[in-house]
């Protein structure tokens, strides 16, 4: 079983990479479900874990989805 579900996506610039950071907060919040972010400029990691599991749940997997619906269209 996996232990953790990680993505890196990469922005066109600084500025729309965080405020893309600010709508997956947004959902994150409303989710009451937080991912680790990491932030490399125009690059963001996300990893989505349930700590208190000890690895994944449901949770994990509909933050997921949530965050690629709110990537912004190529």
Known sequence: ???SIVRTV???????AIEF?????AA???ADHHPDI???WRKLT???STHSAGGLTQKDVD????????LPED
């Open 1 to 3: 079983m996996d232990s």
């Open 10 to 16: 990469e922005l066109p610039t600084f500025p729309t």
């Open 21 to 25: 950071v600010s709508r997956v907060a």
């Open 28 to 30: 994150a919040e409303a």
């Open 38 to 40: 990491d932030i490399r």
């Open 46 to 48: 996300f990893t989505l």
């Open 63 to 70: 933050l997921a989805h949530r965050i690629d619906a709110l």
